[in-house]
């Protein structure tokens, strides 16, 4: 329960948290969601977007890319330092082409 004090005031620092998502964090289980791989949010993507596992795959590593663009190397690298291992390599910027 601490956690979720700390954690909420930072998802947001300019707002407090709504009433609904307040309740949906107090009733999640402490720790991370071990059922959370780079398989399942595969197949969830093919699934929600209507695209087979290769299209999903892809989709899973332009998003990964992107966020790890948009962010600092340092802050990727906490990112990554969070997930589980199959799933860190979704987060690196695509290596560039040679010419």
Known sequence: MQDRQILLPRLSPHCEPGPIFAKRLKRLPPGPDKSVSRDSIVADLA????????SAAEALLAVGAAVAETVTDGQMEDVRGQLPPDLR???VLPRPLND
């Open 89 to 91: 390599a979704a987060f």
């Open 47 to 54: 699934q929600r977007l209507g695209m087979d596992e290769r």
